[in-house]
């Protein structure tokens, strides 16, 4: 039995090792290229916003290389985004200028060129890699004043719809035509002072269609024989017809000397949205949330300087005797277990393992580490992380449900390990199953699945029976001192509409979901809309108000509660910021018709489904940030007021 858990731990040490090597191998350091060197290009997938679902770059019958296809190593990130790096069918040498070179010439059948028109009709795009930098469209954008400014499209079309014209004369037939030739715009730096050589700063590419004159017989054996069709106008588009399904595939090369330096290369990438609409939106959410965390600052503090002084008041120096009334009458069942301890304790115990996750998955990022330059790190990061601290979640749930003085222990730990895990888990099997019936390379292969559930079962689930295992050696946390809970249950007085469970949790979530609306947007758009999302420092600052909002919204109505002569607070405490997640499901759904125009089943599936798996996680975050925020709260005002 020892042996068999020994192996089982090398084969998940084997499998670390492989995805922490993995995750250190894109191009942390600048490499330099002399005149002449062969300089490798990447293909890695076609994505289109409208289905959600990457291809490898091969899954279409694109020109191959001719040692044949050689793929790349990924990282767990690269991998569970569907990236799938493999050489291109050409390479280029530094500094060396090409003027329209054919790839090669195919002949696609039927089946093929119907591939094709619904791959372009679907607005795919192509992802190439050199030096480690995206392949990028530069687009003109101007504004109000007249001015222009460049920004970066991640990718290039694989083709586009346009009008059919004959001899100039427009038909207003709609046809697909697709992009044949493709302008490589290599930017380099020099600087002999401090190196040898040249560091590639941004890679341009522009793509189109282009019908190559017939006239011009591709000869494999002269590759250096350049077509004249490259340069006639763009005009003259090569569309999908059944009658021509001849391709002549060509590219050209420009190298061109920038002074943009190696570090800031990734500048130009991350202006592919307005910055000034980004600022203006996160600055003016932080000025109306800490206005609103102050208004709600004051007038707690002052409502409760008042409790404290007519509670702790000496009723035999007192003019007369005032009735007590509030939130002083339940002291003697504020502490009671709540219903459900085990499912509460559990949820609270998850949601501190997503929150320590986060904290410091954007505390890396905001330093630097996770920056979009490291392909797949941040996602590699955030699996990493959630799975380690599964330690966190066994020592807090085992410490709740000691407070509510469970005895089933054991069931505790197995519901911990496996109730939420499991329900993601399954959803993602579940969405993956979709996936590959769609031939996507975003398809999670066994061997991978293999290395999460190696995560899960023997990483996650050992930390897990750790921390509960010290959380549970720990002597239970005691309500104050003077406070003790009567066996038989107080009466509680009928509430107001307003203040009874399900709409006052649903107005609570309202005002931290405002905190980070603006903010949400944008992550959004850099997930769905496959843009790159770098400011992480804004991010954690949003972050530190959601969690001050959160949890003075969940004092503010645990107060109100209380005053109701309500002690039933655990389950409220922790929904209260928790039905943010519930907004957030609801604004995806916004999201998704107008953004993304989806009309296929599997990626709507998709996309809901992943949005649930978020959810879930903000649901159980939130969640334990309200219930530590409300205990503290209760704690507090329960052990400063004199109880008879």
Request: aromatic fraction near 14%.
């Amino acid at each position: 039995m020892a042996r068999s858990y020994i192996c089982g731990l090398a084969i998940i040490a084997i499998c670390l090792l492989h995805q922490v090597g993995a995750f250190y191998l894109p191009g942390m350091a600048p490499r330099e290229y002399k005149e002449k060197q062969t300089v490798e290009l990447d293909v890695v997938k076609l994505t289109s916003i409208h289905t959600q679902l990457p291809y490898k770059y091969y899954d279409l019958p694109f020109c191959r290389p001719p040692g044949g296809i050689k793929d790349t190593r990924e990282s767990l990130g690269e991998i569970l985004m569907g990236d799938v790096i493999e050489n291109a069918p050409f390479t280029m040498q530094a500094k060396v200028n090409v003027d329209c070179k054919v790839i090669c010439e195919r002949n696609y059948t039927n089946k093929e060129l119907a591939t094709w028109a619904e791959r372009i009709e679907q607005e795919y795009r192509v992802h190439w890699m050199l030096d480690d930098l995206p392949s990028a469209t530069k687009r003109i954008l101007q504004d109000g004043e007249g001015k222009q400014r460049y920004i970066y499209e991640d990718g290039f079309p694989l083709g586009a719809m346009v009008k059919l014209s004959v001899d100039g004369a427009d038909t207003g037939v709609i046809k697909p035509a697709i992009n044949n030739h493709v302008s490589l715009t290599v930017l380099y730096h020099e600087d002999p002072g401090h190196y040898e050589g040249i560091r590639v700063v941004g890679f341009e590419v522009n793509a189109e269609s282009k019908k190559h004159d017939p006239s011009f017989v591709y000869n494999p054996e002269k590759p250096d024989e350049v077509p004249n069709a490259c340069s006639l106008p763009t005009e003259h588009h090569h569309y999908l017809d059944h009658t021509d399904s001849v391709v002549l595939w060509t590219y050209s090369v420009k190298w061109v000397d920038s002074p943009i330096r190696w570090a800031s290369r990734w500048d130009t990438y991350f202006m592919m949205t307005d910055d000034q609409i980004h600022w203006f939106s996160i600055v003016n959410s932080v000025v109306i949330v800490l206005f609103l965390s102050g208004i709600v600052g004051m007038i707690l503090m002052r409502a409760l300087h008042a409790d404290f002084r007519r509670y702790n008041a000496d009723p035999e120096e007192a003019e007369e005797v005032l009735e007590e009334t509030g939130w002083k009458l339940v002291h003697a069942d504020v502490f009671r277990p709540p219903a459900r301890p085990m499912f509460l304790a559990v949820s609270v115990g998850s949601g501190v393992q997503t929150f320590m996750m986060a904290v410091i998955t954007m505390v890396f990022a905001v330093l630097g580490f996770l920056a979009p330059a490291n392909r797949g790190g941040l996602m590699t990061v955030m699996v990493f992380l959630l799975v380690l601290m599964g330690v966190l979640n066994g020592y807090f749930t085992a410490r709740v449900y000691k407070m509510f003085k469970g005895l089933h222990w054991k069931k505790c730990i197995i519901m911990a390990v496996f109730l939420y895990p499991g329900i993601a888990f399954s959803l993602f099997l579940f969405l993956n199953t979709l996936i590959a019936s769609q031939h996507s390379s975003g398809t999670v292969h066994f061997l991978t699945l293999l290395e999460l559930f190696a995560l899960w079962l023997g990483v996650s689930l050992p930390l897990i029976c750790l921390g509960a295992f010290f959380g549970f050696k720990k002597p239970a946390v005691a309500e104050p001192s003077n406070v003790r809970v009567n066996q038989i249950p107080r009466q509680i007085p009928d509430q107001i509409w307003y203040m009874r469970p399900l709409p006052a949790i649903l107005m609570g979530g309202i005002l931290p979901f405002g905190a980070i609306l603006i903010e949400l947007f944008f992550i959004w758009t850099s997930i769905w809309l496959h843009q790159f999302y770098y400011l992480f420092s804004f991010l954690f600052i949003v972050f530190l108000i959601l969690i001050i909002t959160s949890a003075e919204i969940t004092i503010v109505m645990t107060y109100f509660q209380l005053c109701a002569e309500d002690y039933h607070w655990w389950w409220r405490a922790f929904l209260t910021p928790a039905s943010a997640a519930l907004y957030m499901w609801l604004f995806s759904t916004v999201y998704f018709f107008p953004k993304l125009q989806i009309t296929k089943f599997v990626s709507a599936m998709l996309y809901f489904g992943y949005t649930t798996i978020i959810s879930l996680e903000f649901f159980l975050l939130m969640g334990a940030i309200g219930f530590y925020a409300g205990y503290l709260f209760v704690y507090k005002i329960y052990s400063s007021i004199k109880v008879e």
